[in-house]
């Protein structure tokens, strides 16, 4: 059963840092991209960053270029999202996905397999 799932998540005012992990298992993910989207109450979900398999490219929304940073763990099943200098508008659930293509990576809708969240709230 593939399985990712999500840890990190929390309370933290502005101007603080998180870092967001996910696990995945019951299957090889090395082959696979990575990817963290994002969705705040009455909003949709919306791409937050990727890494390609290999982890030699990463790709950000650019609400959150230069403050974010996807990295992936030396197994390749592992994926973190450390985020710097958080605003409130960053508060919202963050799911972490895998896709097998390597293309279009900020598609919600390319993604093969997604967590189930985790809450980051960031107070004013």
């Known amino acids: 059963q593939v399985q990712l799932v999500e840890s990190g998540g929390g309370l933290v005012q502005a101007g603080g840092s998180l870092r967001l992990s996910c696990a995945a298992s019951?299957?090889?993910?090395?082959?696979?991209?990575m990817g963290w989207f994002r969705q705040a109450p009455g909003k949709e979900r919306e791409f937050v960053a990727a890494i390609n398999w290999s982890g030699g490219s990463t790709y950000y929304a650019d609400s959150v270029q230069g403050r974010f940073t996807i990295s992936r763990g030396n197994a390749k099943n592992t994926v973190y999202l450390q985020m710097n200098s958080l605003k409130p508008e960053d508060t919202a659930v963050y799911y972490c996905a895998a896709a097998r293509t390597g293309w279009n990576l900020n598609r919600w809708d390319l993604y093969d397999y997604w967590g189930q969240g985790t809450q980051v709230t960031v107070s004013s």
């Open positions: 019951g299957r090889t993910f090395g082959s696979y991209a």
